[in-house]
């Protein structure tokens, strides 16, 4: 295994942390500003004036679409090992990913049209994406069900002659307060008597299709997520064509172990990028703050946290370039192992590196002074999206065991 940066992925990394350190680290201060506006006028879901500015600079830069796995219409596409350490540059910053249109869901929605959509909707949904003119949402998590069991969903998708009708509520569906939010790909039920994992089906439906009712937002931990939002939707006699269904009837599972791979490895990586800039913070304040005759560096506790969390934060990065580098040789089947362990690992590490961070800032640490507790909360929701940690562990366990089986 080599994890040395490819010639693709060197150069671009460079201009990657040039970009960001030139436009957006100093500049948080006012996109925070800019959505505290929108919200004291009354409507927190306005995008970022600061992002819209950014993405043709982005895009100049060649910093566009770098998630884009390799394939017939990308063939310059990067592999998951070579986009691993762009995306963890991109997770210091929160909203730094949509600048360069590498942000969740629409990774991986794109990545769904661009691998099980016809020709048809890809012109029709999958281009504006690329091209960052639009917003997307992926509408699979349920109030009344367990949804960390996908096969307890119970959301309708019943076919009517040409066309397919949805009946469901769906909530978490991350994206969906954004004005730009044109279409959502869909998980619900198709056969309700086929086989456990066949009955389920993904559909692309347009966000302005009658029937759609966004209910209510829904915070994290008190952050409303604006203009991103978590939205709770109502889906009432959704009628959309039969050819928005994706890849065919009963093969919603089969589509989702395709998004969801490359989609944890992105996760992960950006926790990873969160852990390194809450480590330097807390070394910068521990190293300027003087507390019982000498700076807080030098007290013991404090030096036996930051070794911890370097030791932390390059085991979880080594564990997700190699996840990521079996994915490439493998294919993520072969390498469900490795995904599983690293949705338990990073964001639990990035956790308790942040919760170090913030008590070495005091008070200061859980206001809005510093990006720590906003960060805190964000990774919070990882040990929860893309199937909590207790799934995860189930499935690895299982694979252990299977080892020592005859």
Known sequence: MDFDFSPRTGPLRQRLLEFCAEHIEPNEARYLAEIEAHRRAGNAWQPSPLIEELKPRARAAGLWNLFLPHSARVPEGLSNLEYAPLCEVMGRVFWAPEVFNCSAPDTGNMEVLERYASPELQARWLEPLLA????????????????????????????????????????????????????YIVMG??????????????????????????????????????????????????????????????????????????????????????????????????????????????????????????????????????????????????AQAEIAMIKIVAPSMALKVIDWAIQVFGAMGVSQDTPLASMWAQQRTLRLADGPDEVHRNSLAKLELAKHMR
């Open 189 to 334: 039920k198709t056969d309700p008597q086929a086989a456990r994992h066949a009955q389920q089906s993904m559909i692309v439906v347009p966000a302005d299709t009658p029937g759609i009712t966004v209910k209510r937002h829904l915070s994290v931990f008190g952050y409303d997520d604006a203009p991103h939002g978590h939205m709770e939707i109502v889906l009432e006699n959704v009628r959309v064509p039969a050819a928005n269904m994706l890849l065919g009837e009963g093969r919603g599972f089969e589509i989702a172990q395709g998004r969801l791979g490359p989609g944890r490895i992105h996760h992960c990586m950006r926790s990873i990028g969160a852990a390194e800039r809450a480590l330097e913070l807390m070394c910068q304040r521990a190293l300027a703050r003087t507390a019982f005759g000498k700076t807080v560096a030098q007290q013991t506790v404090t030096q036996e946290r930051i070794a911890e969390a370097r030791c932390a934060i390059e085991q979880a990065r080594l564990l997700t370039l190699k996840a990521a580098w079996m994915m490439d040789k493998a294919g993520n089947k072969a």
């Open 132 to 183: 960052g003119e639009v917003r997307s949402a992926f509408l699979m998590t349920e109030p009344a069900v367990a949804s960390s069991d996908a096969t307890n969903i119970e959301c309708r998708i019943e076919r009517d002659g040409d066309d397919y009708l949805i009946n469901g509520r769906k909530w978490w569906s991350s994206g969906a307060g954004d004005p730009r939010c044109q279409v």
